[in-house]
Antibody, heavy 120, light 106 residues
């Protein structure tokens, strides 16, 4: 079955960077885009951007432009999201999400989430 | 950016009740809308996509409707397992999520 397995929780100081991995299994990794979404406690999810594992093309939400980088390693079917210049407001659970597209598109698979805590 | 406004923020209903959650988009999104259910400590789970299509394995008591700017999620006969937070999600132009509706069982 389709699975997205993310790396473990991270604790970072303000100004540092964090890089989260998302390993895909159960399908052809290069066939569907991976999006990254974060969710602060008690808030709705917030979209950060997308990446095509096939081409490596990316698109980022304006809010994160300049601070976020999405990459992939097709040999290990792994997507990565790096967020730099961390501040306390970046404390959240971060999810990778597969966007399945056939005749219609939908987001059917989410990673288990990675808690990132930013604190001095 | 497209804003998504969900209502109500919280609702309390009894087992067997019909429950409706509304989501309004700040501009037309055609029918590029999904609904998710999220329980504490877990990732959101897809219920409905393209406004009205039931995702595989989701109980038929869940249904979605609407197009343009106004959408609804209906739970036909509320069950104890439906206690959760529900989010709408537009994917017409980039992505935006609603702020959520917490459904409690009386």
């Amino acid at each position: 079955q389709v699975q997205l397995v993310q790396s473990g929780a991270e604790m970072k100081k303000p100004g540092a960077s964090v890089k989260i991995s998302c390993r895909a299994s159960g399908y052809t990794f290069t066939s569907f885009d991976i999006n990254w979404v974060r969710q602060a406690t008690g808030q709705g999810p917030e979209w950060m951007g997308w990446m095509s594992p096939n081409s490596g093309n990316t698109g980022y939400a304006q809010k994160f432009e300049g601070r976020v980088t999405m990459t992939r390693d097709t040999s290990t079917s792994t997507a990565y999201m790096e967020l730099s210049s961390l501040r306390s407001e970046d404390t959240a659970v971060y999810y990778c999400v597969r966007e399945f597209c056939a005749d219609v598109c939908y987001c059917d698979s989410w990673g288990q989430g990675t808690l990132v805590t930013v604190s001095s | 950016d497209i804003q998504m406004t969900q209502s109500p923020a919280t609702l309390s209903a009894s087992v067997g009740d019909r429950v409706t959650i509304t989501c309004r988009a700040s501009q037309s999104i055609s029918n590029w809308l999904a609904w998710y259910q999220q329980k504490p400590g877990t990732a959101p789970k897809l219920l409905i996509y393209k406004a009205s299509k039931l995702h595989s394995g989701v109980p038929s008591r869940f249904s979605g409707s609407g197009s343009g700017t106004e959408f609804t999620l209906t739970i036909r006969s509320l069950q104890p397992d439906d206690s959760a937070t529900y989010y709408c999600h537009q994917y017409d132009s980039f992505w935006t999520f609603g702020q959520g509706t917490r459904v409690e069982i009386k």
